[in-house]
């Protein structure tokens, strides 16, 4: 009886998240080698296979998931894991301002994580989500492609990209959209961005970004796009949020 | 039917997992119905974290058994070169300069961000060539997930570069007894005044 209990608990509990999971559809990215703009002493990275949330979260899915947990409801929310700016457009617990299929912003680390895990899934590795970012439409590796460059740039150039609908960017070479154009995401280990302390060379690195006279060319305008998000990442703590910042969840492949 | 059941196994382990997320976080909410009682968990407390670590001798346990004493806590890992002997060193001058008096209600707490290599038998050679082996000298380390949680916390940024090396920015961590984050000093070797004065003040 006991079992059958727990089973029926089990159950519950499924279909629970299963509403929870209201765009779960997933990509999977086939993994390789890259050269990150940041990395251990310009070494490749190897990143392997994964899957993806093709969207990222939005107000919707989140409105779910803080009825489901209300202790991640703004009036709940210890300030450990989040800070004033938690969810601070929504009027009520549960109203949400803008469009219900706009990317959800001004949630922490912690909330994010939170709830990627409730779903059986995790935020993506911050070589994971690079990798799969380097993509258009067309070939895994744009970042020697000016036009997807100038794309990236545009986005940075426009103001509140995150009142969008989902899905309103570029779907790219593996399926996935939106990881350029509405908001930036939250990455698993955004936490290995070191601006300061020990990491002279990067900041070396950053210096050169800045005070090259070299003319701009592609590459140039590569790692600007990419710099300008490491650096975001660098200036973030766990229990920050900004309006302009969002997340989708990924996962291990199972074999 | 195969295919079925294989179904059934991963809708099955897919419950699991959201079944876990909700126990731990009904510990946490137990953590704050407790707030009327004497065990009372703020807000900001670091033990609100569910985490789990193990100690150099072994032992299993969770932040909140700490809760009483003023924490001070770094992040090193014990293969590494050179910032680490360097913030042992800090630590230990830290010590030296808490008065008498104080010194039982302060607890020293070194954790790791290699916790694969940082073992308990790792951790008792490091203790004992340090000369650490009082109990006020607490090292502990936990899962990878864990540990970048914990770092998160603690604002702590690191990053492998290397199978044997780390980079990470150097923070020492004052917590108060109810284990709120109350003085950081950050950097090597720095002057440590502040932080001395810091850990005497909680220390009531």
Not at chain 1, 89 to 114: C, I, M, R, Y
Not at chain 1, 143 to 158: C, D, F, P, S
Not at chain 2, 124 to 134: G, H, L, S, Y
């Amino acid at each position: 009886m006991k079992l059958f209990n727990t089973a029926l608990f089990l159950v519950c509990t499924l279909l629970f998240c299963k509403v929870a999971a209201q765009n779960s559809e997933m990509a999977t990215v086939k993994g390789g080698d890259y050269l990150p703009l940041y990395g251990a002493a310009d070494k490749m990275v190897n990143v392997e296979s994964f899957m993806i949330d093709v969207y990222p979260v939005t107000n919707a899915d989140f409105l779910k998931f803080v009825k489901e947990y209300p202790q991640w409801k703004k009036s709940n929310v210890k300030s450990l894991f989040a800070d004033e700016s938690y969810l601070t457009k929504w009027k009520t617990d549960e109203s949400f301002s803008g469009l219900p299929n706009a990317p959800v912003t001004n949630v922490s680390w912690f909330a994010a994580k939170k709830y990627c895990e409730c779903l059986g899934k995790r935020l993506p590795k911050m070589d994971e989500w690079e990798f799969a970012a380097m993509a258009n439409e067309n070939v895994p590796d744009a970042r020697k492609v000016e036009a997807y460059n100038q794309y990236i740039l545009n986005w940075y150039e426009t103001p509140k990209t995150f009142n969008k609908p989902i899905g309103s960017t570029f779907k790219n070479y593996w399926g996935v959209y939106d990881l350029h154009g509405l908001v930036w995401e939250w990455t698993q280990d955004f936490n290995t961005v070191l601006i300061s302390g020990e990491s002279r060379k990067d900041v070396d690195k950053d210096s050169n970004l800045f005070c090259g006279s070299a003319a701009i060319g592609a590459s140039d305008l590569m790692n600007y796009a990419a710099f300008m998000r490491y650096a975001f990442r660098g200036s973030m703590k766990a229990r920050y949020s900004s309006q302009n910042l969002g997340f989708r969840c990924a996962k291990d492949i199972e074999n | 039917m195969k295919n079925f059941k294989y179904i059934l196994l991963a809708l099955s382990l897919f419950a699991i997992s959201c079944n876990d997320a909700s126990k731990k976080d009904s510990a946490g909410i137990e953590s704050t119905s407790e707030k009327s009682s004497d065990n009372k968990i703020s807000d900001m407390s670091i033990y609100n974290l569910p985490s789990h670590w193990t100690t150099q001798d072994g032992n299993e346990i969770e932040l909140k058994q700490l809760q009483g004493k003023v924490l001070v806590m770094v992040m090193i890992y014990t293969s590494c070169q050179a910032a680490c002997p360097r913030l042992v060193a800090d630590m230990r001058n830290l010590e030296k300069q808490v008065p008498e008096d104080k010194k039982e209600d302060v607890q020293y707490v070194f954790v790791s961000i290699d916790p694969k290599i940082d073992t308990p038998e790792r951790f008792t050679a490091f203790a004992k060539e340090n000369e650490m082996e009082d109990e006020k000298w607490l090292f502990l380390s936990g899962s990878e997930d864990d540990t970048r949680e914990f770092a998160a916390v603690l604002a702590v940024n690191y990053k492998q570069i290397s199978p044997m090396d780390f980079s990470h920015s150097n923070i020492i961590s004052v917590f108060n007894k109810a284990g709120e984050l109350a003085h950081q000093q950050e950097g090597l070797g720095v002057d440590n005044k502040e932080t001395v004065q810091a850990i005497i003040d909680l220390a009531i």
